[in-house]
């Protein structure tokens, strides 16, 4: 199983940036797909997970309103789109695959991890 996370960089602060993450190995409607992020000397943080169906999404106190996750099951990927970002925003954004198709927002849950993607918010 592989999980290819992108779309990261530098933004200022109020822009948008829309990640993305392509799954492979695996049966990507079977499972939710989680957002998580990692600030330097913070634990992780969830920001967003979608069941297969799209029918239940649950988003992170922090990014309510400004993030939205969404994901094409006939591409094997999860996108999350950001908007209004923050300096705060600023972390390791990471994909994850949770196999009972549960929309979790521990990270113990899941099962897949990507290697991660950088976003950087300036002030």
Same mark, same amino acid.
């Given at each position: 199983?592989?999980?290819?996370?992108?779309?990261?960089?530098?933004?200022?602060?109020?822009?948008?940036?829309?990640?993305?993450?392509?799954?492979?190995?695996?049966?990507?409607?079977?499972?939710?797909?989680?957002?998580?992020?990692?600030?330097?000397? #913070?634990?992780?943080?969830?920001?967003?997970?979608?069941?297969?169906?799209?029918?239940?999404?649950?988003?992170?106190?922090?990014?309510?309103?400004?993030?939205?996750?969404?994901?094409?099951?006939?591409?094997?990927?999860?996108?999350?789109?950001?908007?209004?970002? #923050?300096?705060?925003?600023?972390?390791?954004?990471?994909?994850?695959?949770?196999?009972?198709?549960?929309?979790?927002?521990?990270?113990?849950?899941?099962?897949?991890?990507?290697?991660?993607?950088?976003?950087?918010?300036?002030?």
């Amino acid at each position: 199983v592989q999980l290819q996370a992108s779309g990261g960089g530098l933004v200022q602060t109020g822009g948008s940036l829309r990640l993305s993450c392509t799954a492979s190995g695996l049966t990507f409607s079977s499972y939710s797909m989680g957002w998580f992020r990692q600030a330097p000397g #913070k634990e992780r943080e969830f920001v967003a997970a979608r069941n297969w169906r799209g029918t239940i999404t649950r988003y992170g106190d922090s990014v309510r309103g400004r993030f939205t996750i969404s994901r094409n099951n006939g591409e094997y990927t999860v996108y999350l789109q950001m908007n209004s970002l #923050k300096p705060e925003d600023t972390a390791v954004y990471y994909c994850a695959a949770e196999r009972s198709g549960v929309v979790q927002n521990q990270a113990s849950y899941y099962d897949y991890w990507g290697q991660g993607t950088l976003v950087t918010v300036s002030s």
